[in-house]
């Protein structure tokens, strides 16, 4: 938590002691992105189950049971994890396609801290009266800015094609984590039946969400 929020604060000096370190990926998963990612999915199940799930179309807020708010929650961590493992590997993809050797552990890294802006901002998307879409895109404006000085601390890449890489790898962890966001709402209002999406399905979700 500490780290992630020092990331956003002052982000250069924060990834200069991330790459200084270099802990193996276990480390990072278990002493920096796991808590981190619990007490976020925590905070935000207790707000959906405290507060409501979300204000349904005529402005009332929708009431979830516990068991509902554990079931989102879970299906969010999962959500997360694949983020983390696929956003690695296709960060790994990109710098062999840029031609910028890059190991497993420095791919790990920079998708473990990467995406912290995104789970950070569950904290307040817990909170019924504040759009989820908007929290997603504040989460990812964190996540674009924290990964400017990541990249080049982090991947080491050659200068010529530092700015490629921060371009590309910034869309990919965004772009999982918006398709991961948009699985977790259809899951919502389908199966855990948050709000009456009606006979439209599908295209409701997506008009609610967009």
């Not at 604060?9 to 278990?30: D, G, H």
């Not at 808590?35 to 799930?53: F, K, N, Q, R, V």
């Not at 869309?171 to 009606?198: E, M, T």
């Amino acid at each position: 938590m500490i780290r992630a929020l020092m990331l956003l604060l002052v982000p250069l000096p924060t990834w200069e002691r991330i790459a200084k370190s270099q802990w193996n990926c276990l480390v990072i998963f278990f002493v920096s992105f796991l808590p981190l990612l619990a007490l976020t999915i925590a905070i935000e199940g207790g707000g959906m189950y405290s507060l409501g799930a979300r204000f349904n179309d005529y402005g009332r807020l929708i009431k979830i049971t516990q068991q509902q708010a554990i079931q989102f929650q879970a299906v969010q961590a999962g959500l997360s994890l694949i983020i983390l493992i696929a956003g690695t590997k296709l960060i790994l993809w990109v710098c062999e396609g840029f031609h910028s050797p890059t190991t497993f552990r420095q791919a790990f890294t920079l998708a473990a801290y990467g995406i912290t802006p995104l789970l950070l901002i569950r904290v307040i998307d817990g909170h019924p009266a504040i759009p989820t879409w908007v929290c997603f895109a504040i989460g990812s404006v964190g996540t674009v800015f924290v990964l400017y000085h990541g990249i080049a601390l982090v991947l080491q890449p050659d200068t010529s094609v530092g700015f490629g890489l921060y371009l590309i790898c910034s869309l990919v962890l965004v772009l999982l984590a918006g398709l991961s966001h948009f699985i977790a709402q259809i899951f919502a209002q389908r199966k855990l039946n948050f709000a009456d999406l009606g006979p439209e399905g599908f295209l409701a979700v997506a008009g609610r969400l967009f």
